[in-house]
């Protein structure tokens, strides 16, 4: 599970003054439930994400993620999250087999255990081909699946994603979004942000939409298209930010 | 908070991920291993060489009006050290071209004012800073100084005076330096200054790689999402960086020692002359080769480890702050000069270990790897040196798990 309680990050610019990257964010996901946050570049995604995944500390407010608290156990939190990101990348000089190893190894498995899940997660991923290899030569879609081994090794109850499809390819986008709806239906507490519109209408249970560093609409999909009294996701995020004057404002600042 | 399982972990794989590294191996393996015998024993064997060929070749003399003083001529000439060159008025651009090493100039009437008791000053033209020409220069200045003895023997002679009469006593100078002082002193000031250098450009590209590289990469933003503690991650790297720093260091001198050894009896064998001898002996074909206190390089080792550790902490915290590898080699580069600075006033002659210099560190270490080298242990020194060194290398590591610490430097946009 995945309690946000008014989590915000402000950042100090030289010109700018304080700047909110996220401000008052309150929201709740459940276990088997998808969560998409919607917002454009800079409306502060990665902030809140990075800060449920303890990369970033809560200016105020706070937070609890798989029963623990960002603040005050961030190494027991990143013990049940997987964290996946178009940022965190893989070490060219490992192969996938050390690159999975080694997360194991940090996350307190035993090697015997590590190899057992190696192979089970090779098994479903299809990574036998490559497993061996070193991941700089990788593909994107290998490099994509070895990242999803490396955020399962420890069974995470909670998987975070942030922007996984950024710069993929067709196919590896779509195989990304099988395995986040396979992460829901193992009951696992699933948060996904995107700035793709139809993939927040096709995968995700709740959505919530952020701009300028504040979630300002809520809903399932058909709550949205209710409160806002329209049928396509990009009418109803245009109309959540505060139209279109709104979007390019953030864009330019 | 610390878990010596992930430190071990985080260290094992950042050591296999830099043996994979070229850049890493050549600063960590093949520079250190090359760079001792070649500098040593390239430079000492270059050195020998020519010294040797200047002082067998025969030295080239202009006479510069010699004509009324047929006496000189004939005993220069007959002289096998000197090849006197006949005819040359432009004695000077002979001398600059490097096509004639000296020139002699005895003034008009020269022998008939040495008979008449009459004193005139004869010229010797050199080159300054040229290693031929001042020996050439030396060798005409002994010969004219053993034949004005000769002349004032034969004049005290004709008067039937005692010789003892212009040497009242003698003197002479005794070495009582043991070779390996000697080796100590002329290689001993060049050695820490290389292994100080050598200690940091080991330290250098895995201290990069593992910061600055890791967050070009995206691979720091994937690790810092494991369970494991930063204090843990950051000392793991920093594990890392310092056995790339022990690891150069070792292998120098290693390579050294083997220099030195295969080097001595190279140069010294053939000429019935060992390393020691032909350095501390007044040789007469010097070798440059040096002999070094074998327990002195345990010694430099012992010291220079606080070193490798003030080194790889203040490289990790420096190029942790920068965003990509070229910026951190941007900001790392000027560091050299920084340690090379107090490396090399360590080996200007005059400075010495003292209470002020045993603080100030790199020219600390500098300063008693020369002693050490020359077999010279001053303990209370060395404890202060490795006391004050062990302070700084954990100020900076302190500084290093700080910055580690500080979101803003991790993610630095």
Redesign the interface.
């Given at each position: 599970m995945i309690e946000a309680r008014s989590l915000t990050k402000t950042?100090r610019d030289k010109k700018r003054g304080e700047i909110f990257a996220a401000r008052d964010i309150t929201f709740r996901v459940e276990p088997g439930q998808i969560y998409g946050l919607l917002g454009a570049n800079g409306a502060g995604k990665t902030t809140t994400l990075?800060m449920l995944?303890t990369?970033?500390?809560p200016s105020a407010g706070g937070a609890t993620v798989a029963g623990h608290d960002v603040v005050a156990a961030p190494?027991?939190v990143?013990?049940h999250?997987g964290?996946l990101?178009a940022?965190?990348?893989?070490?060219?000089?490992?192969t996938a087999r050390?690159m999975i190893a080694?997360?194991g190894?940090?996350?307190?498995l035993p090697p015997a255990e590590v190899r057992i899940r190696t192979q089970r997660l090779a098994d479903e991923l299809d990574m036998h081909e490559f497993l061996d290899r070193r991941c700089e030569k990788f593909s994107t879609g290998m490099k994509q699946k070895t990242?999803i081994a490396?955020?399962l090794i420890?069974d995470p109850a909670v998987m975070i994603f942030d922007e996984p499809t950024l710069g993929l390819d067709v196919m590896t986008a779509r195989a990304i979004v099988r395995f986040v709806r396979d992460c829901r239906a193992r009951g696992k507490t699933v948060i996904y942000s995107t700035h793709v519109m139809s993939e927040v209408e096709k995968i995700c249970d709740v959505i919530g939409i952020i701009h300028g560093g504040r979630l300002v609409a809520e809903g399932t999909l058909a709550q949205l298209q209710d409160r806002f009294a329209e049928r396509e996701m990009e009418e109803i995020f245009v109309k959540a930010v505060g139209g279109e004057a709104a979007l390019t404002a953030a864009a330019n600042t | 908070m610390l878990n010596w399982t992930h430190i071990a972990t985080v260290y094992l794989k950042e050591l296999r991920d830099s043996l994979r590294d070229r850049r890493t191996l050549i600063s960590m393996i093949v520079i250190p291993t090359l760079v001792m015998p070649g500098i040593i024993f390239g430079f000492g064997a270059i050195m020998t060489k020519v010294v040797k060929q200047a002082r067998s070749e025969a030295t080239s003399v202009v006479i510069v009006g010699g004509a009324d003083s047929p006496d000189l001529v004939r005993a220069l000439k007959t002289e096998k050290r000197f090849r006197v060159v006949e005819g040359a008025d432009d004695f000077k651009t002979l001398i600059s071209d490097k096509k004639v090493r000296v020139a002699v100039e005895f003034p008009a009437g020269f022998e008939a004012a040495l008979k008449s008791g009459e004193t005139k000053t004869v010229m010797i033209y050199h080159y300054e800073g040229e290693m031929k020409s001042g020996l050439g220069a030396s060798d005409v200045e002994k010969f004219l100084r053993d034949y004005r003895e000769r002349t004032v023997e034969n004049r005290l002679k004709e008067r039937g005076l005692p010789l003892a009469l212009t040497k009242p006593f003698e003197t002479k100078r005794q070495n009582v330096a043991p070779p390996e002082k000697v080796g100590g002193n002329i290689i001993g000031g060049f050695i820490p200054y290389l292994i100080v250098i050598l200690c940091f450009t080991g330290a250098m590209y895995p201290a990069i790689d593992l910061t600055a590289g890791e967050k070009e990469r995206g691979t720091m933003e994937t690790l810092l999402c494991s369970p494991v503690h930063r204090l843990n991650i950051v000392l793991g790297k920093f594990f890392m960086v310092m056995t790339a720093s022990l690891a150069t260091i070792v292998l120098s001198l290693l390579s050294m020692g083997l220099t030195v050894m295969v080097g001595g009896s190279l140069l010294g064998a053939g000429k019935g002359l060992t390393a020691a001898t032909a350095v501390g002996a007044k040789a007469a074909e010097p070798a440059f080769i040096p002999l070094i206190d074998p327990l002195g390089i345990f010694g430099v080792f012992a010291m220079i480890a606080p070193v490798a550790v003030l080194f790889a902490a203040v490289l990790l915290a420096i190029s942790l702050f920068a965003k990509s590898y070229k910026e951190a080699q941007s900001y790392v580069s000027p560091l050299v000069i920084v340690i090379i600075m107090p490396a090399a006033i360590g080996m200007l002659p005059g400075i010495e270990l003292n209470a002020k210099t045993a603080l100030v560190p790199i020219l600390n270490l500098s300063l008693v790897c020369k002693e050490m080298l020359s077999g010279v242990w001053s303990w209370s020194y060395i404890a202060i040196i490795f006391g004050s060194t062990c302070v700084y290398a954990a100020a900076a590591l302190a500084v290093t798990v700080r910055m580690f610490n500080r979101e803003d430097v991790i993610f630095r946009a």
């Open positions: 950042f990075r995944a990369l970033l500390k190494e027991k990143r013990a999250v964290f990101a940022s965190t990348a893989l070490y060219g000089r490992l050390e080694y997360f190894a940090l996350n307190d990242s490396r955020t420890h | -």
